[in-house]
């Protein structure tokens, strides 16, 4: 059937980044009939709570948002949440939505599916070609299995479950917190902080500390702030500590672009029997870390040094997503990289 006028939509994960902007994709399209839940109100962890939940509510249309994420860090620090949470809460709301009788199911995944040493760009022929890249193999892993199972309960059931593999995303909403975030917010945090410190700016620091979450030691020590965040050290210039070499080459979307692209998948594209279930999506293009955080330190406006730390992990050497099959649908991103960081910068401040 796909995305039509009219119809009732279950976002699951609607606080996050991408599920809050397809939520404003939706309504900026007319759909006013948006089913959401808060974690405190539908634990999609619990089986029992999910087929509940669907039993009592009327729903034509699933978007499965909803799964737990992190940077490098987070992956490497809690790989049995990673692969448990993720698994769980697809198996709970995939299934829940066909024993309802729900036919069209949006699934969104993640670039981190394809092998570390991936051919690039990466097509989704590569799937299950190669070893994962260690760093965040829990969470690939369960990221594959929900592609499957989409893929099995339309093989079986005749349901219509879609997936989408979006490259890194960025934008409105994202987690600035600097132990779990992704490496864009990370970045922009990191050179506001130091920007701030130059210009000796301790109480907007301390409220920055408020908003986004505490300051990890080696940041407030890069940055000449104080262990306890009272002062800022006398005669320290300020800098800007990154991981990895920034060699590491990464594509980004803006969540905004994100969000169109997936109602325009779940309006108008149905998966061939004899090609891949999903569709990578992206910008096609892709930078170096060192030059995306250029880019960031001119938007922010800081003038002062950026060290890379090489003792930590780049990940994965390159990730580019192959996108004709989308492209082929009639869809193209809207926003430039250096667009997007200016849109999500702004965000940033203002909130």
């Known amino acids: 059937m796909g995305l039509i006028p009219g119809q009732r939509v279950y976002v699951a994960g609607h606080r996050g ?41 009327a729903i034509d249309n699933v978007v499965l948002a909803a799964a737990k994420v992190g940077g490098i860090h987070a992956n490497n620090s809690y790989p049995a949440e990673f692969i ?49 890249e260690p760093t965040n193999e829990p969470y690939a892993v369960a990221k594959i299995a929900g592609i499957k199972m ?19 995303l960025y934008g409105p909403g994202d987690n600035y917190h600097l132990e779990n975030s ?36 080696d940041i407030k020590k890069g940055i000449g702030l104080s262990a306890d965040s009272t002062s800022l050290l006398p005669q320290q210039e300020p800098k800007v500590v990154l991981w990895g070499s920034g060699r590491a080459c ?12 997936c109602l325009h998948v779940m309006k108008n594209w149905s998966p061939a029997a004899d090609a891949p279930s999903f569709l990578n999506v992206g910008t096609g293009v892709d930078a170096t870390i060192g030059e995306v955080a250029e880019q960031i330190r001119r938007i922010v406006g800081f003038t ?16 580019l997503l192959d996108t004709r099959r989308i492209n082929d649908q009639g869809w193209q991103p809207f926003f430039s990289l250096d667009a997007g960081l200016k849109n999500a910068y702004e965000w940033y401040l203002q909130h």
């Open 250 to 261: 990464r594509e980004f979307l803006h969540v905004d672009d994100m969000a169109a692209a």
């Open 304 to 319: 002062g040094e950026t060290v890379y730390d090489a003792s930590k992990p780049d990940g994965t050497p390159r990730k």
């Open 182 to 217: 992704h490496v864009i917010p990370a970045i922009i945090r990191k050179y506001h902080l130091a920007k701030l410190a130059s210009e000796r700016d301790l109480e907007s620091i301390q409220d920055d500390e408020k908003k986004y979450g505490a300051i990890p030691a």
């Open 17 to 57: 980044m991408v599920g809050a902007a397809i939520v404003r994709k939706l309504q900026a399209e007319g759909f006013n009939d948006i089913v959401t839940r808060t974690h405190h109100e539908l634990d999609l962890t619990n089986q029992a709570a999910v087929s509940d939940f669907f039993a009592t509510e």
């Open 84 to 132: 448990y949470q993720n698994l769980m809460i697809q198996a709970n709301v995939i299934h829940g939505a066909y024993k309802k009788g729900i036919k069209d199911l949006l699934f969104l995944g993640s670039s981190c599916i394809y092998p570390k040493l991936c051919p690039q760009p990466m097509a989704e022929e590569s799937l299950l070609s190669g070893y994962l």
């Open 150 to 168: 989409c893929e099995s309960y339309n093989r079986q059931y005749g349901t219509r479950y879609l997936s989408v593999m979006p490259t890194n």
